[in-house]
């Protein structure tokens, strides 16, 4: 399970896509034991098949060991260490997956010439280091000056390193997917009413500009292999003009709105990769 510190907002969210895949999984015949992010820490977790939420940086060490050492790991140690946002924003925008444009910056530099010159003049201000934890680890800033002085507050928080993304004009969407299936769920959470923090509202009201559905999907799919996640979800924009750009990619979301019609096709998906795995190491059964 994901440790409560990793789920701002969504501890029952998260706890409940777990247990319903878990069970989905006990009806295909699985044996499935449930631990904690802490147990799996102090080395309680013996298990060669491991399902995980898992977010601390010393559970993703200890998977990509398990992984290493032929474990199956879903999602692998080293897709959940590729959504950290520094990595992810490298991975991505190396890979030419449409992504805002970017600075990546130490949280002790001068930054505010270098966004006046760029043309950031609203921007958002993200910690590179990890994932997610607080409100403020996702920051708007309406311009450069107040941009440096958002850095400066990561910086005296001890993160030392943020990446800063364009703010993008146009709808929101939020979007769940599963590898290797057809499972693809869309929607706009400012319409919705669903937030983590209530930072949809800075986009304002929806306009459902025209998009390719089917372009998202398919910059999701390479998104996911790139970022090495079989189980992922994220955000995006839509511009005035139809253009699809991803802001956000994450490692096994919530799927709060459609954890009933998803548990099934994470369940389908996690069984495919089992028997992928015994079919290429059936020693390790």
Avoid at 19 to 27: F, G, H, S
Avoid at 142 to 162: D, W
Wanted: glycine letters at 6%.
């Amino acid at each position: 399970m994901r440790a409560g510190a990793f789920s701002p907002n969504h501890i029952g969210n998260d706890t409940a896509i777990l247990n319903i895949v878990a069970e989905q999984l006990r009806k295909r015949g699985c044996e499935v034991n449930i631990y904690s992010e802490e147990q799996l820490m102090t080395g309680k977790v013996t298990e060669r098949i491991i399902v995980n939420m898992c977010r601390d940086h010393r559970s993703i060490e200890i998977l990509q060991k398990m992984e290493d050492d032929g474990c199956l790991v879903i999602n692998s140690g080293y897709g959940i260490e590729n959504c950290t946002r520094e990595r992810m924003t490298r991975i991505l925008i190396g890979s030419n997956i449409p992504y805002p444009e970017s600075l990546i910056v130490s949280t002790d530099e001068a930054v505010r010439d270098r966004l006046v010159k760029a043309k950031f003049n609203r921007c958002w201000i993200k910690r590179g280091d990890f994932h997610t934890m607080h409100k403020e680890d996702v920051s708007y800033a309406r311009h450069a000056e107040e941009a440096q002085e958002v850095l400066q507050e990561y910086f005296l928080r001890g993160i030392k390193r943020a990446v800063i993304n364009r703010h993008l004009e146009g709808d929101l969407i939020k979007f769940y997917g599963i590898a290797g299936t057809q499972f693809f769920y869309w929607f706009y959470p400012f319409m919705d009413h669903y937030s983590k923090y209530g930072k949809e509202e800075i986009n304002g009201r929806v306009r459902e500009i025209a998009f390719d559905l089917e372009r998202l999907k398919d910059i999701c799919r390479k998104a996911a292999e790139i970022l090495d996640v079989k189980i992922y979800g994220g955000d995006c924009i839509i511009s005035p003009e139809g253009e699809i750009r991803i802001i956000d990619f994450n490692d096994w979301p919530s799927f709060a709105p459609c954890r009933t019609e998803a548990a099934p096709h994470i369940a389908r998906a996690i069984m495919a990769e089992i028997k992928k795995h015994n079919e290429s190491s059936p020693s390790r059964r």
